[in-house]
């Protein structure tokens, strides 16, 4: 099991080997040189911008809706506590396209305004969504549940004699949020902002569609339009840098503080029952970016797909959602696979070398989806140059490269990039079965392979299903590693969405789009029901 979760851990580490070996291998190219003193400050100054405005969005909105939800009564609360997650069904580049439908020029909300003023173009001013602020406020809606639900989790858990405490020196419900709740879910908070900074810096879709140059947008151009994988490669080296950045920040945001519930009763803190008018301002508040991240576009989506839709919707359709489902399925069999082999060998060889292979096998999700296609693809391509020329030398092997010519080498990256959630989901389960079992199995003659298999994998058949819904839907939503690594004429429904929409042909883009939605909507029904059974549990035990 050991020598298993070494090898898993190498498999993770080689992109990132990849793609930081270029710049000690291969030395520094004309194109770098041209980036470096063109666009690179714009991809310095854009990414750092975009990343500080969906930190102050993402963390107000989650916070404050959080703070709504666990701390006051107010009508529609029960929904809302729920609802809110939704948005993260949506994928960033589809509420790329909806919004920017909804707010060109020709589209409903401009035609409106000038049919009821009479103002023709240059008679008014409007706010361009495709820019920097647009999206800011784009990731900020689609992304603020990360903070939400940790903030949420950090606020039920939280002992409530300290709230009961601070009312009694005299705190108000605003004094009680900035010097009791707010610095005891600081950390979680900030995990949540740091989750929500490495899907910003992960995107291509959005930024790319809006014109927002930033670093996973010159990586495309540099592998694609430049054909220059040691530029594309460098600039991979400073995407990873920024992410390694955020994860600092998450982990000196905490310093040497620790917050830790001394109490031994568990109190549930009541909510504080809002008067009528207050409570619909607290209502309108919830629903603002539920609306605006979720209601808003997957209507927008739905619209179009009933009215116009895709043309090519039938067989064509078809093969799309085939090709999707083929590469989610597979990456979720392999990513559980190797997730389950991690869990366990961690299990069973506490030593730091396995924690460490534990650890590097979950930095996968961390690194955006243009770092690990180029980081797959440098060192798969090698191997596969080498393996058709011995097929053709040997048996007269025609038939071009085995692995990067099919869908082998997407479904590495994929599983590398997604296999985080996977070893969180097994990790969880596995830490449920006492180790008496192991025991009990072991004094019955079982090896650590037959105790798996016979003990640990039936009692984790629902940490397996959660882990492989979560993989599939992600990879559904995955666009930077599917335009990079798919074989020629292999389109999914994430790869046709965005090249129907960057054509400017987004009534047929929304068929796609929305089957995506759809499909991320299975994965929130889950969190959405331990959501209500935390509030029941947690309801109950101040009961008690």
Aim: charged share 15%; with cysteine; glycine share 10%.
């Amino acid at each position: 099991m050991a020598v298993l979760a070494m090898g898993v851990g190498a498999a993770v580490l080689l992109p990132i080997l990849a793609v930081v070996g270029q710049l000690f291998l291969e030395g520094t190219s004309d194109t770098w040189a041209h980036l470096a003193s063109t666009v690179l400050p714009e991809y310095l100054w854009s990414t750092l911008w975009l990343c500080l405005g969906v930190a102050l969005g993402t963390a107000s909105m989650g916070v404050g809706a959080a703070w709504l939800v666990t701390r006051h009564d107010f009508p529609g609360r029960a929904a809302m506590e729920w609802a809110l997650v939704l948005p993260l069904a949506v994928p960033a580049y589809v509420m790329a396209y909806t919004y920017t439908d909804l707010l060109q020029f020709v589209g409903p909300v401009q035609t409106a305004l000038r049919e009821a003023f009479g103002w023709r173009r240059g008679d008014y001013w409007f706010p361009d969504v495709r820019s920097l602020g647009g999206a800011v406020l784009l990731f900020s809606f689609v992304l603020y549940p990360y903070v939400y639900m940790l903030a949420r989790t950090a606020f039920l858990e939280r002992a409530g004699g300290m709230l009961e405490v601070g009312r009694s020196l005299g705190l108000g419900p605003w004094g009680s949020f900035w010097r009791v709740s707010l610095p005891l879910a600081r950390p979680a908070i900030a995990g949540g902002v740091a989750l929500a900074l490495m899907e910003t810096l992960a995107d291509f879709g959005a930024v790319s569609y809006f014109g927002v140059q930033t670093f996973t947008t010159g990586i495309y151009r540099a592998w694609f339009s430049l054909g220059d994988r040691v530029a594309a490669a460098q600039l991979a080296s400073a995407l990873l840098g920024f992410v390694l950045l955020v994860l600092m920040f998450e982990r000196l945001s905490r310093g040497r503080a620790r917050f830790h519930d001394t109490t031994l009763r568990r109190s549930a803190f009541m909510a504080r029952r809002l008067p009528l008018g207050p409570g619909v301002l607290a209502l309108v508040a919830c629903l603002i970016p539920l609306t605006l991240g979720f209601l808003l576009p997957a209507g927008v989506l739905l619209h179009m797909a009933l009215t116009e839709g895709d043309a090519q919707f039938g067989s064509r359709f078809i093969e799309l959602g085939r090709n999707s489902v083929l590469v989610s399925g597979l990456t979720a069999f392999f990513a559980v696979l190797l997730a389950v082999l991690l869990a366990y060998a961690a299990r069973l060889n506490p030593g730091w070398l396995v924690r460490l292979m534990h650890r590097v096998g979950g930095l996968g999700y961390a690194l955006p989806g243009t770092v690990i296609a180029v980081g797959v693809l440098i060192p798969v391509t090698r191997v596969d140059q080498v393996i058709t020329g011995w097929l053709e030398t040997s048996v007269g092997w025609q038939g071009g490269l085995v692995l990067t010519g099919g869908i082998a080498g997407l479904v590495y990256a994929c599983v590398v990039r997604f296999l985080t959630p996977a070893v969180q989901s097994i990790d969880a389960g596995l830490a449920k079965v006492t180790p008496n079992m192991d025991h009990a199995a072991r004094s019955l003659g079982l090896n650590a392979g037959q105790t798996l298999r016979r003990v640990h994998v039936p009692l984790l058949r629902g940490s397996v299903l959660t882990a492989a819904l979560l993989v599939f839907i992600d990879t559904m939503k995955e666009l930077p590693a599917t335009l990079v690594m798919r074989p020629f004429n292999f389109d999914t429904l994430a790869t046709q969405a965005y090249v129907l929409a960057s054509d400017e042909r987004l009534a047929e883009a929304s068929t796609a789009a929305l089957a995506i939605v759809v499909v991320g909507l299975l994965p929130l029904v889950v969190i959405s029901r331990q959501i209500a059974r935390s509030r029941r549990s947690s309801a109950g035990s101040g009961s008690t």
